[in-house]
Structure formats: structure tokens, C-alpha cells
Nanobody
Framework: QVQLVESGGGLVQTGESLRLSCAAS????????MGWFRQVPGKEREFVAS????????YYADSVKGRFTISRDNAKDTVYLQMNSLKPEDTAAYYC?????????????????WGQGTQVTVSS
């Protein structure tokens, strides 16, 4: 059974940082693109960042560019999202996603596997 398990969410204040982790099991994603999305109740899931299998290609939503960094450790089959300078509008459930291709972008249908999500709440 393929699983993507997110961790690292929590409650922080404006301007603080968090690092999310996503560990894969049941299938290796070392040769696959990975992504992070987020969702607030009543809204569609939105793209945050993605990284190609070799880390050579990274894409970010404009809203997080310069503040968030996506990275991966293929030896651990884990992807990370370092979030700095957090704002209240970053509050959402954050989901890890795994693709079956080496590069993936901002569309949800590019990803075949999803985690259960981890909540990030930024207070003002």
C-alpha cells in the first residue's frame, strides 16, 4: 500500500517558520516528481510547490515564492517544504503529492498519490 505521510504542521505566529516533511512508503518516489498543495475549507486545492526527481526543476506558486523552499532527500524517500515568513493567509491543510512522472507542475491531475494532510495555522 502506497502511503505519503505528512508531518510538521502546527500553530505559529506571523513571521515564524515551519518545516513540513512527507515520507513515502510502499513505493519509491526517488524517480518521480513530488509536490505540495494546500486547501482551506470551501476552496479548491491549490498548488504550492513541486520538485522534479533530481531536484533540477522546482516550481512555486507566486504567493509563496521567496518564502517557501521545496527539497527532497531521495535516500530517505522524503520531501520537505521549508516555510519562512509565514502569513495568516498561509493557513491551510497542506498535502503532499507524488507523481508517476519525473517532472510535474501545478495541476492536481499530474499527481497520482496524495497524503492525508497536515494543518498549518498562522495567527496574526
Amino acid at each position: 500500500q502506497v502511503q505519503l505521510v505528512e508531518s510538521g504542521g502546527g500553530l505559529v505566529q506571523t513571521g515564524e517558520s515551519l518545516r513540513l516533511s512527507c515520507a513515502a512508503s510502499g513505493r519509491t518516489f526517488r524517480h518521480s516528481a513530488m509536490g505540495w498543495f494546500r486547501q482551506v475549507p470551501g476552496k479548491e486545492r491549490e498548488f504550492v510547490a513541486s520538485i522534479s526527481w533530481s531536484s533540477g526543476h522546482r516550481y512555486y506558486a507566486d504567493s509563496v515564492k521567496g518564502r517557501f523552499t521545496i527539497s527532497r532527500d531521495n535516500a530517505k524517500d522524503t520531501v520537505y517544504l521549508q516555510m519562512n515568513s509565514l502569513k495568516p493567509e498561509d493557513t491551510a491543510a497542506y498535502y503532499c503529492a507524488g507523481s508517476s512522472t519525473v517532472i510535474a507542475g501545478r495541476r492536481t491531475h499530474e499527481y497520482d498519490y496524495w497524503g492525508q494532510g497536515t494543518q498549518v495555522t498562522v495567527s496574526s
